[in-house]
């Protein structure tokens, strides 16, 4: 069987602060997991991809012709070459990103957080916003300010942000169930899924939570330093680390 | 109390508030870093002291050199003549210029503070959301900063209600025409008359402690908390 088509391919060659990225991914997974230790550089990883990190250089980032272009036709006019080195600003790519901080409006309702995106985008999509709301169970904090909302709602808050951003071609994850207890995120990872491959979304997430990467069983990048140490399936990639938290509950 | 003096105040005032509005918020914005994470610090910081100049010069000396490089003895100021058909000096457009020049660090120190507390984690995730930078400025830094604007509006506004040094070197003393508050209480007490010095001077502090009652009070709204 042949390997399935990558829907996203990138090449990060940086510095950030002392930690030097050097790494070449291919995603194909619906989901795929960039697990390590923090300070390892998964998050400035997803920075990078959304085009936060001005001085990074991405080579060779591209979709896969069947998934079509990552950026929309507008936006590529935008883009200026520098040989291989893209520079599309964030807003011109058609990417979803939730930050490991929420950083909510801090002027903005619960609402009109996760309406933000689609009251950008011509024509305006409400319908979004309102399945995200429900997603995240959001409906009965709509109406609140962000001041009023406990940690893990302010981060339900930030993920259905993230989902109810209009024609996005991939999604991000920053630690996305920080704050959040256990039965609530085994109970929004399937859903989240279904949401997302219902739209045909491939979603990066990062984590360096054992347990949440295999209850996701994605696809696995295990980063350290700034490096790729090994690249698989969860269960697989991760069962070191899974035989010593069996061996820690003994 | 000089009606005249009083009503050309108030104009000088309102017309140097909405000019350095519309011109500091820019520079404001770019001097804070948040128009782009690729800006150099060096070039922010020259013209963050440039803009604080005014704070620490004798009116006189802004005063003086606009109008010397206002009039006809220099290429900017013949330029200006030819365009617009005068001189700026003694003249009301001239006293708006000075003013501008002498009440920036009042418009412009504010808005930067305003737009330094914005968190540029807000930003980014508004551009991720597909927020051109304009809309970002827009729909988040513009409802964050208010207190910010409404500090440097009245700040400038007393400010320049103020101001004499730079009024008195570049628009003279013309009645209704160049003859500010500041200007005429100088008057009134060149001609021993301090009854009407005094009633002026009672205005002036009026105003200027109603403008900074306002400031403190709008300063302690923690409306731009981030969450």
Request: with cysteine; net charge positive; proline share 7%.
């Amino acid at each position: 069987m042949s390997n399935p088509a990558p829907h996203f391919q990138l090449s990060l060659n940086t510095d950030v602060g002392a930690i030097h990225i050097d790494v070449t991914l291919t995603f194909t997974a619906p989901w795929t997991i960039l697990f390590g230790a923090s300070g390892s550089g998964k998050s400035t990883i997803l920075r990078a991809i959304c085009g936060l990190l001005p001085n990074a250089r991405i080579f060779s980032a591209c979709a896969a012709p069947e998934g079509g272009a990552l950026f929309a036709e507008a936006s590529v006019k935008a883009v200026e070459l520098d040989g291989n080195y893209m520079r599309v600003p964030p807003h011109c790519r058609q990417i979803a990103y939730a930050p490991q901080q929420p950083a909510l409006f801090p002027h903005l309702t619960v609402r009109d957080n996760i309406a933000f995106s689609s009251s950008l985008h011509q024509p305006a999509n409400p319908q979004l916003a309102e399945e995200a709301l429900s997603l995240f169970e959001l409906h009965k904090l709509s109406h609140r300010s962000p001041a009023k909302l406990s940690g893990g709602e302010r981060q339900r808050v930030n993920l259905a942000r993230a989902f109810a951003r209009p024609d996005t071609r991939l999604m991000l994850l920053d630690e996305p169930f920080t704050g959040l207890d256990l039965r609530l995120r085994d109970q929004l990872i399937p859903r989240m899924q279904q949401f997302l491959a219902a739209r045909s979304i491939p979603c990066i997430s990062v984590t360096h939570d054992v347990d949440e990467a295999l209850l996701l069983d994605a696809e696995v990048f295990r980063i350290d330093s700034g490096r790729i140490l090994a690249h698989g399936p969860a269960r697989t990639i991760l069962a070191d680390e899974r035989t010593r938290l069996l061996n820690a509950l003994r | 109390m000089d009606l005249a003096a009083l009503g050309l105040t108030l104009r000088l005032a309102t017309v140097t508030t909405l000019c350095l509005l519309i011109l500091g918020t820019p520079l404001a914005y770019w001097i804070a870093g948040l128009a782009s994470a690729k800006t150099r610090t060096l070039p922010r910081r020259i013209a963050q002291a440039a803009v604080a100049l005014p704070l620490v010069l004798p009116p006189t000396v802004l005063g003086f050199y606009l109008l010397v490089w206002l009039g006809p003895a220099r290429a900017p100021g013949r330029a200006l003549i030819h365009l617009i058909g005068h001189p700026l000096a003694f003249t009301f457009s001239g006293l708006v210029v000075g003013s501008v020049l002498y009440s920036l660090p009042f418009a412009v120190q504010p808005l930067v503070l305003a737009f330094s507390h914005v968190d540029r984690n807000l930003t980014d995730v508004a551009s991720t959301l597909g927020a051109s930078p304009l809309t970002v400025f827009r729909r988040v830094v513009l409802p964050l900063s208010r207190t910010g604007f409404l500090t440097a509006a009245i700040l400038t506004f007393a400010h320049t209600v103020g101001e004499f040094g730079v009024v008195l070197m570049l628009g003279g003393d013309i009645p209704g025409l160049t003859r500010t508050l500041s200007i005429s209480i100088f008057d009134q007490v060149q001609e021993l008359n301090y009854t009407a010095a005094d009633r002026t001077a009672l205005a002036l502090v009026a105003i200027s402690f109603l403008a900074l009652l306002l400031v403190y009070w709008r300063a302690s709204s923690p409306e731009t908390a981030v969450v």
